[in-house]
């Protein structure tokens, strides 16, 4: 496996690499901008990514990571122990946030942590999506649960449908807006809430809602690890 880290304090990155070097083949970036330039030419399974760089500062580097489409789990490193520092890093498309200084052996848990969580997507031309035995076709846009239809109308399907490609991952609202109402939609952006409830609803009959987790002030996760999030 491979894994970035974009870290500009020199001896915290050989650290890293030093306890990571038996999991891990180590590629070190010490700025935002040579961080961004590999990963747009090489790919990883995990980024381990700073927030105060030079030239690029993490989230810049992961909002245009995200915006190119690159979908690697990352964990976010940073001095910045603000509740809204935290949250800006998992709106901006991270996967964990860490808060410096830590212990090794800690950040280490939680990388493991971060990539048990991380599911293959599926290959390329499946039209079949699966969350446990929730099963979702986008070439007939039909989902069962347990051999039963679901029943899901409209946005539904598609609102559902990019959790389950995202489970484990937290997803923001405005993420979930953008890919299913589209970035410029008139609607308003409050039918994220409204959709959240109703695909809550149409899953609660089968006893899957518990899986459908509200991250408070940042959006949502479909997950059946019981350490997250209750």
């Given at each position: ?102 212990d090794l052996d800690i950040f280490q848990a939680r ?16 039209d079949r999506h699966t969350f446990l035995e929730l ?96």
């Amino acid at each position: 496996m491979k894994a970035l880290i974009v870290e500009d304090d020199r001896i915290l990155s050989s650290n890293i690499c030093e306890i990571l070097k038996q999991q891990f083949e180590m590629t070190q970036a010490f700025d935002g901008e040579e961080g961004l330039s590999r990963l747009f030419r090489e790919n990883f399974d995990v980024i381990i990514l700073d927030v105060m760089m030079p030239k690029l500062n993490g989230y810049e580097v992961l909002e245009q990571l995200r915006a190119g489409g690159v979908d690697t789990p990352v964990l976010m490193l940073t001095a910045l122990d603000r509740p809204s520092d935290q949250v800006r890093g998992l709106r901006s498309g991270a996967d964990d946030y860490l808060i410096k200084p830590f212990d090794l052996d800690i950040f280490q848990a939680r990388l493991e942590a971060l990539l048990r969580r991380a599911r293959k997507v599926e290959a390329p031309g499946d039209d079949r999506h699966t969350f446990l035995e929730l099963s979702m076709n986008t070439d007939t846009r039909t989902a069962r649960l347990g051999g039963q239809k679901l029943e899901l109308h409209g946005k539904q399907f598609d609102f559902l449908l990019y959790l389950v490609e995202n489970r484990n991952v937290i997803v923001p609202k405005e993420r979930l807006f953008q890919r299913v109402w589209g970035f410029y939609s008139t609607t308003e952006f409050s039918v994220v809430e409204v959709y959240a409830s109703q695909i809550r609803k149409a899953l609660r009959q089968y006893g899957y809602d518990k899986y459908l987790k509200t991250v408070r002030g940042i959006g949502y996760i479909l997950t059946d690890d019981s350490e997250l999030y209750g």
